[in-house]
T-cell receptor, first 111, second 115 residues
Framework: QQPVQSPQAVILREGEDAVINCSSS?????VHWYRQKHGEAPVFLMI?????EQKGHEKISASFNEKKQQSSLYLTASQLSYSGTYFC????????????FGGGTRLMVKP | DAGVIQSPRHEVTEMGQEVTLRCKPI?????LFWYRQTMMRGLELLIY????????DSGMPEDRFSAKMPNASFSTLKIQPSEPRDSAVYFC?????????????FGQGTRLTVV
């Protein structure tokens, strides 16, 4: 079952912050975050494996609340290069590492 | 490693024709995924293999779609007969289940246009 992402789209000015949310109706084993530039393949950003875990990547970090089956991606002091579509991918418990993706959040950072 | 390799990069075919998409996963990876991406439906998981065995094909749209993984280094996704609504970008991804680095690596995709 696909996770649900919100918002669907975000427009930011350079230097502003954004939060992208991902939620599932099923118990999760892990959450993956990917970014896709137009015309390119999705590129891995980070994975969160434990409930409550937070990870960081440059000025992009994420949290995973296992109990609520939710994850959030935090983009701080956004840069033009952050523009793209962000996808969360989820692995459910007892489903191997089958990875299903949400509908994506389109992020545009303007100068 | 060269990463996940997909071929062809672009395919234009006429409705009713058979289409075969190919994927070479990263050497040593034991999980392989086929996804379809469209504006309307996002990234849909079509089928998932683990150790060359199909584990879940519930995302395959209909019987016109079939996928095989005859060995650890090659997989195909076949559409027969193709229809205009199959037009999309098809991605193959691989990962190492149980490994220290569990993320999925995507190929560059095959853009399929059925006219």
């Amino acid at each position: 079952q696909q996770p649900v992402q919100s918002p669907q789209a975000v427009i930011l000015r350079e230097g502003e912050d954004a939060v992208i949310n991902c939620s599932s109706s099923k118990a999760l084993y892990s959450v993956h975050w990917y970014r896709q530039k137009h015309g390119e393949a999705p590129v891995f950003l980070m994975i969160l494996l434990k409930g409550g875990e937070q990870k960081g990547h440059e000025k992009i970090s994420a949290s995973f609340n296992e109990k609520k089956q939710q994850s959030s991606l935090y983009l701080t002091a956004s840069q033009l290069s952050y523009s793209g579509t962000y996808f969360c991918g989820t692995e459910q418990r007892n489903a191997g590492n089958m990875l299903t993706f949400g509908g994506g959040t389109r992020l545009m950072v303007k100068p | 490693d060269a990463g996940v390799i997909q071929s062809p990069r672009h395919e234009v075919t006429e409705m009713g024709q058979e289409v075969t998409l190919r994927c070479k996963p990263i050497s040593g990876h034991n999980s392989l995924f086929w996804y379809r991406q469209t504006m309307m439906r996002g990234l849909e998981l079509l089928i998932y293999f683990n150790n060359n065995v199909p584990i879940d094909d519930s995302g395959m749209p209909e019987d016109r779609f079939s996928a095989k993984m005859p060995n650890a280094s090659f997989s195909t996704l076949k559409i027969q007969p193709s229809e205009p609504r199959d037009s999309a970008v098809y991605f193959c991804a691989s990962s190492l289940r149980g490994g220290r680095v569990p993320e999925a690596f995507f190929g560059q995709g095959t853009r399929l246009t059925v006219v």
